[in-house]
């Protein structure tokens, strides 16, 4: 059973900056696509971006496209989503999952496992 640990979150200002991590514990990790997915208050679980187990293949959401960039360590077992240009909009709880395969990264229920979430407040 894979455990994933998300930190870094926080209240930052628009136009902030944040870096999340997720650090995962199992062995598994180094072969599994990553995601990572956000919640805002009444709204559904949405898809932030992806990465490949290699780090060769990423996918962004357009909404942070050009904004996130999402990067792993497979020697620390961590994956990192790096947010600059934050919006209020972009305020929410963020998840890191992991899956098998990298395919149908924007589909939460594809994904096996999921951290706890941090928040990330961008205050106008």
């Known amino acids: 059973q894979v455990q994933l640990v998300e930190s870094g979150g926080g209240l930052v200002q628009a136009g902030g900056s944040l870096r999340l991590s997720c650090a995962a514990s199992?062995?598994?990790?180094?072969?599994?696509?990553m995601g990572w997915f956000r919640q805002a208050p009444g709204k559904e679980r949405e898809f932030v971006a992806a990465?490949?187990?290699?780090?060769?293949?990423?996918h962004y959401a357009d909404s942070v496209k050009g904004r996130f960039t999402i990067s792993r360590d497979n020697a620390k077992n961590t994956v990192y989503l790096q947010m600059t240009s934050l919006k209020p909009e972009d305020t929410a709880i963020y998840y890191c999952?992991?899956?098998?395969?990298?395919?149908?990264?924007?589909?939460?229920?594809?994904?096996?496992?999921w951290g706890q979430g941090t928040q990330v407040t961008v205050s106008s």
């Open positions: 999952a992991l899956k098998s395969q990298y395919a149908a990264v924007a589909t939460p229920t594809t994904y096996a496992s």
């Open positions: 199992g062995r598994t990790f180094s072969r599994s696509a």
């Open positions: 990465i490949a187990w290699s780090g060769s293949a990423t």
